[in-house]
């Protein structure tokens, strides 16, 4: 039997970036955060910025804390044709569901 190394990587950045949005949409610091889950702020800002790779308790405390599924970022392939509703995710609710006094009256 021949034993072949995974050479695949994982890349956080976009699930740091989804953590960091979703951080800052519930008004909360990276200094908070860090508390939280018992990281020092810098490690926090790498998760976030840079895609540093956290351990697995601090990845799950921030995804459960601000509900973030990660389905679509572990398989990318079974999410294929859903850019439409990623883009209504990361659309402002404004641009959703506009008050009556947005649209003029004709």
């Known amino acids: 039997m021949k034993i072949e190394r995974d050479e695949r990587r994982f890349d956080f ?3 740091g970036l989804a953590i960091k949005r979703a951080r800052e949409a519930s008004g909360m610091t990276q200094e908070q955060l860090a508390y939280i889950v018992d990281r020092a702020p810098r490690t926090i800002m790498y998760n976030e910025n840079d ?3 956290p351990s697995l308790n601090t ?3 921030m995804v459960t804390m601000f509900d973030i599924s990660v389905d679509q970022y572990f398989y990318p392939s079974k999410n294929k044709g859903s850019e439409c509703r990623k ?5 402002p609710s404004s641009l959703l569901f506009p008050s009556k ?3 003029p009256d004709n």
Do not use: E, P, S, V
């Open 59 to 61: 990845f799950y405390q």
């Open 101 to 103: 006094k947005a649209i």
């Open 13 to 15: 950045h976009d699930i």
């Open 51 to 53: 895609g540093q790779h």
């Open 87 to 91: 883009r209504m995710l990361y659309c």
